[in-house]
């Protein structure tokens, strides 16, 4: 019987639990291996979408980006990463936002910066 995308997916997430970054690459290697092998390597992009899928649904958030105007100092980092294990931190910096930051977990977004809240207050006033 195939395996749809997810099936795979759910079965590479629950076999890769605790392992290494080298296990996963290796693990990542094979499957792209053996879907080229049985013709179907078009599939490939299904299943990385479904990984994020079947980590949220296994571990929570996937992705956590913070916009801010200045780095981040790594104290700060290493809270978000305790917030939100497994999950891949990103951080992007955007003078515009003036101070305060824009957190984006997932598809959620929190502004607390103050480039947001003039834009609300703009809104407001008009």
Do not use: C, F
Request: hydrophobic share 40%; no cysteine; proline share 2%.
């Amino acid at each position: 019987m195939k395996k749809n995308e997810k099936q795979l997916a759910q079965a590479l997430v629950k076999a890769l639990d605790g392992g290494t970054k080298a296990q996963v690459e290796s693990a990542a290697v094979e499957l792209v291996s053996l879907l080229a092998q049985q013709g179907q390597i078009h599939r490939v992009k299904g299943v990385i979408e479904a990984i994020e899928q079947v980590w949220r649904e296994r571990y929570g958030a996937s992705t956590v980006t913070i916009e801010t105007a200045y780095q981040i100092s790594n104290p700060l980092r290493k809270r978000l990463e305790e917030l939100a294990p497994g999950a891949e931190v990103r951080e992007r910096i955007r003078p515009s936002i003036i101070g305060g930051a824009k957190l984006r977990v997932d598809e959620t977004i929190i502004d607390g910066s103050i480039e947001g809240h003039l834009a609300r207050l703009k809104t407001a006033l008009a």
